[in-house]
């Protein structure tokens, strides 16, 4: 018999059909997560759970599966959403897809860098509302990227591919990470600071932490206020590492000037929250990692890992307890 697999939304094909070769396949048949109930009722006696950052994955759903469960297999390499202690104390792996999002999401950080460096959802707004009606020498006026500095608030993988697109952009490049070297920072063309001083002497912040306790708000009232009044923002990582309502008030009071997200807390983002009344906001729904291929490449190494693991062999790609 073959193992039974649930797979929590509907991922790329690519991905499902691997699974398809080896499992019994259930697939979540809306385009919409599942609430958290139904998750709870179709993961019951499955040998494996494929799930994505929308679903939470808690010791109560875990323990719902039931004992057969073998393997939770992120596609994402962040994995905030699960509860990889209450997985480790059941002896159950998670699995996740680092490096191959690597890329498509330094792109999309770089993406929302110029965006807001060079104003362009302004510009776009000023077409479309009537406004443009000759060549200015004074208006939207932005940043140079140029012989600017670029503050990176981890320097792992992706943190790292940001550097690289920032040389090329001759920018000058600041590091923080816990366990940052002088050496690895430099092999990256980087200078490793601080995070007052990252904040203090940045023109641009980026941050390439994970979501854990200890970067939850990260960026705060306080942190805010250390950086440039010039200082631009830029959240790729996950929206909690952003205190929202404290980037709001210092985006509206001026205590930075411009910010840009892929993310934001909550996901979706509520229409009425008031960050998106701002012109030096710009906020996207979560796309770091959406590109045709990088997809396709998660959703196979997220397969590979649910197969391993309903197999009982070693995950290809396991998180690591801190
Ligand atoms: P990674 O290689 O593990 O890099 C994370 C970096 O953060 C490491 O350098 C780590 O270094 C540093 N770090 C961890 N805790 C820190 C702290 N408290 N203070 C400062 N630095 C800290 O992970 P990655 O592959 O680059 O991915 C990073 C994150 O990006 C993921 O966890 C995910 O949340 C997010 N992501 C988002 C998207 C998207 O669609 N927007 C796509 C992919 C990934 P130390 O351990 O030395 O501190």
Known sequence: M????????QIP????TRIREVCDLHVWESEMPAPYDQ???RVGGMDGILCTLTERIDAALIDAAGAGLKVISQMAVGYDNIDVRAAAARGIPVGNTPGVLTDATADLAFALLLAAARRLTEGVEYIRSGHWTTWQPRHLLGADLSGATLGIIGLGRIGKAVAKRARGFDMRILATSRH???????????TRVDLPTLLRDSDFVSLHTPLTPETRHLINRETLAQ???SAILINSTRGGTVDQRALYEALRDGVIAGAALDVTDPEPIPLDDPILTLPNALVVPHIGSATVKTRDKMALMAAENLIAGVMGQP????VKLP
């Open 2 to 9: 073959k193992p039974k697999v649930f797979v929590t939304r």
């Open 13 to 16: 094909e690519a991905g499902l």
């Open 39 to 41: 998750l709870t009722k």
């Open 180 to 190: 940052l070297t002088d050496t690895e920072a430099e092999a990256h063309g980087a």
């Open 227 to 229: 950086m440039k009044p």
């Open 315 to 318: 995950l290809p790609n396991q």
